[in-house]
């Protein structure tokens, strides 16, 4: 399959209470909200491009920009950082007029989902997280760097010279895929280029927090009713599978699938497989439905 992604499609802009919110959408059928990863100049399309066509094929695909994240509103956040996301992607939910949907999610946006999940149960059907790190423990204590790899790796690509075409690649290299060989130009400069934005490049020089306080989620793990699956990379280069196990297990309703060859991006690096595994567990009947 190829694995270069397309040009983005054209989306739209959705107020959401103070926010604006970019929003591209494909395909009918079951409402399915793509939450894109934290890394810079990540986007919705940029993590969920070449994947979510092959979901689209019987679902309603919902693909959002995070809020500071490519063309939607880039202002700071305040207050727990987690509860904010997840009380505003419910609103965007109200401005799509979608009730109730799955979420596939990768690293941060999974994080979100998993709070969206504890707090706003109603909204979510299922959840599939990939890569996320909602608690700073666990059996691989201490986490790399301190559970702060992403955010040092954020740093390190912002700081001295500024961001440049190869210290993106040489981030995604590193964290994110496993078989760089494989890895297309094309995600490359998608990301690099975004990475450029005036706004995101000004809240990556603030020293403040402007993405808000950070939230451990035990106590809202334990909330977490709707079937989750944690579908993990064999070679994870954040948090490998031991962790996502222990999240399965705090978690009500839990399972773990464990992908080979591939890191933090399974979506990007093996698309077929991750579509396929990840719909499988989609049209596993539920009591709710």
């Known amino acids: 399959m190829q694995l270069a992604p397309a040009p983005a499609p054209g989306g739209r ?9 970019h929003v591209t959408e494909m395909g009918e059928g079951p409402p399915t909200v793509f939450l894109h990863g934290g890394g810079p ?17 019987h679902r309603r695909c919902v693909l959002p920009d995070l809020l500071q994240y490519g063309r939607s509103d880039k202002a700071p956040i305040f207050g727990p950082m987690w509860t904010f996301h997840a009380c505003s992607i419910a609103g965007l939910l109200d401005a799509l007029s979608i009730q109730r949907a799955d979420f596939v999610c990768n690293s941060w946006g999974g994080t979100i989902a998993l709070c969206l999940a504890a707090q706003y149960p ?9 890569g996320s790190m909602p608690v700073f423990y666990g059996p691989l204590a201490p986490l790399p760097e301190g559970g702060r790899r992403g955010r040092n ?9 500024g961001p440049t075409l ?10 994110e895929w496993h078989n760089v060989d494989l890895l297309p130009r094309e995600t490359v400069e998608m990301r690099y280029r975004q990475s450029l934005d005036p706004d995101e490049m000004a809240l990556a020089a603030r020293s ?13 793990l334990a909330q977490v009713k709707c079937p989750t699956l944690f579908c993990w990379g ?19 309703r839990g399972q773990l699938h ?13 698309p077929e497989h991750y579509y396929l595994i990840v719909r499988s567990f989609l049209d596993q009947p539920d009591g709710q439905d």
């Not at 190869?166 to 964290?175: D, F, G, S, T, V």
């Not at 280069?237 to 297990?249: I, K, N, T, V």
């Not at 464990?258 to 093996?270: G, T, V």
Request: with cysteine; glycine share 6%; aromatic share 10%.
């Open 41 to 57: 100049g990540c986007t919705a399309w940029s993590d969920f491009g070449v994947v979510a066509p092959l979901f689209a094929r």
């Open 166 to 175: 190869e210290k993106m690649r040489q981030l995604i290299a590193r964290l």
């Open 153 to 161: 790796a954020r740093d390190i690509y912002y700081g001295g010279e």
């Open 234 to 252: 064999m070679n994870d280069a954040f948090l490998q599978p031991d962790y996502a196990l222990m999240l399965s297990r705090m978690v009500q």
């Open 258 to 270: 464990i992908l080979d060859a591939c890191s933090h991006h399974l979506q990007e690096e093996r």
């Open 208 to 220: 403040d927090s402007p993405r808000g306080e950070w939230q451990d989620l035990t106590a809202e």
């Open 122 to 130: 109603d909204r979510v059907r299922s959840l599939t997280i990939t």
């Open 13 to 21: 802009l959705l107020p959401v209470d103070s926010r604006t919110y």
